[in-house]
């Protein structure tokens, strides 16, 4: 099925060039808007499978859009596309619930790529800001990796969160360890019903807070 976005940037030009890009690549632009209000409420209602964000907003900040959008059992997948690469804002936004976070200096096919990325629950991020992102979550780690309460992973499934914490996509993973696509997405799904996580983003934070992206 064509992945369903939905486009929001207060700069009209650039909201038609991005919105024009995404359907000249085969995305079906269900909105573009301009302000934050606007994105809340038509994100709520039609459910886009991916919201490409700028976080200076007229209304509403970024931030309080993606957290509104984030709420329930099925959050929206959100890519920040902004003029801004300030550390704050990334660790902001991601804190929020953005799944991933491109500056707008970013060139077109590395756009699309990130969109597609998204769509399928990888992380992405500009070049630079991954490491800043993976830095603050094990500093914010608080709860040691090992508690009595921590659900006791397999060793596939620690090894496939290892490489989910790297950023590879599922078929990526499977490339790497020699199983199916599906095999990898069922030991993910599994991982996330143990640890009593929602989607692949808590995931992915889960497994950072833990310095799992590493190869120790």
Known sequence: ??????????????????????AEAGYDVIAAVGDGAQAVRVGTSLRPDVV????QLPDLSG???????????????ILVLSASGEHQDVLDAVK??????????AGRDEFLT?????AEGDAVFTPGLAGLV??????????PADGDDTPRLTERETEILRLVAKGLSY???????????????NHVQHTLGKLQLHN??????????RGLDTDG
């Open 1 to 22: 099925m064509t992945t369903r976005v939905m486009v929001v940037d207060d700069h009209p030009m650039w909201r038609e060039s991005v919105a024009r890009d995404l």
């Open 96 to 105: 929020a619930g953005a799944t991933g976070y491109l500056v707008k200096s």
């Open 200 to 209: 692949r983003v808590e995931l992915v934070r889960y497994a950072l807070e």
């Open 52 to 55: 490409v964000l700028d976080l």
């Open 63 to 77: 931030v309080e859009v993606i957290t509104a959008l984030c709420k329930g059992d099925t959050p929206v997948r």
């Open 114 to 118: 990130a969109v597609a990325r998204t």
């Open 134 to 143: 993976l830095g603050e979550y094990r500093r914010l780690a608080s709860s």
């Open 171 to 185: 078929k990526q993973i499977a490339e790497r360890l020699v199983l199916s696509p599906r095999t990898v997405q």
